[in-house]
């Protein structure tokens, strides 16, 4: 495992829509453990891909203290509900932001062996969820303030 470079607001790679995995391999799984690593280290409860400059569709997001998951290919397939409430991201420093977020949201992604997950997440866990996906988008919470 090894920390990586978080990049900052202004950094064109976070403008750009990143691509599907389509080979899950010990490389991919490499990034994976990487992203975890850079985003407790920096006291984060989620990172995408692009925030260390790889443009591929992976998040790495915290459920609970002590578990993290990290998601593959993730997509929001259901949403419901509306809250806004504010949001910190680790590209975005210093600055929270209000931010309006589905309550209730359905997940599918795959996990780092590339088994398919389905899951429901709702409220704190939900917005952690859709933030780090607006990154895969180039996304960030500077454009979505309300
Ligand atoms: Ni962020």
Request: charged share 35%; net charge neutral.
């Amino acid at each position: 495992m090894a920390l990586r470079e978080i990049r900052i607001l202004g950094d064109e790679l976070l403008r750009k829509k990143s691509r599907e995995v389509t080979e899950i391999n010990d490389k991919i799984r490499e990034t994976l453990s990487d992203m975890q690593e850079t985003m407790l280290k920096n006291d984060g409860v989620g990172i995408a891909a692009p925030q260390i400059g790889i443009l591929k569709r992976m998040i790495v997001v915290m459920k609970t203290e002590k578990e993290i998951l990290k998601l593959i290919n993730p997509e929001i397939v259901e949403m419901s509900g509306e809250a806004v409430d504010y949001e910190g991201c680790l590209s975005v420093k210093k600055k929270s932001v209000k931010v309006k977020r589905p309550t209730k949201i359905k997940v599918r992604a795959q996990d780092e062996y590339g088994n398919k997950l389905e899951f429901v997440a709702e409220d704190f866990f939900a917005r952690v969820i859709c933030h780090e996906v607006d990154h895969l988008e180039g996304i960030l919470i500077v454009d979505k303030e309300v």
